[in-house]
């Protein structure tokens, strides 16, 4: 069963990405650590969501992690 939106929102959110609004039901996820990687969810909250959009989230919190894994393990 896919996920909802607002789902994918809260993990985005969690994990410290910063919302910024677009046009109509669009919004832009951007994380300090991954500024060249934006993600845009479009859809209303309680839509399902696409298939291609949850696994752009995923692939984009993997990368995180990665990221701040590095980061850790170089202080």
């Known amino acids: 069963m896919p996920k909802k939106i607002r789902e994918l ?15 109509g039901s669009h919004t832009r996820w951007i994380h300090p650590l991954l500024p060249d990687q934006p993600i845009t969810i479009s859809g209303k909250d309680g839509d399902d969501a696409k298939p291609y959009i949850e696994k752009e989230v995923n692939r984009q919190l993997e990368i995180l992690k990665k990221v701040q894994e590095q980061q850790g393990g170089e202080q």
């Open 9 to 23: 929102k809260s993990l985005l959110q969690k994990a410290g990405f910063i919302h910024r609004s677009a046009k």
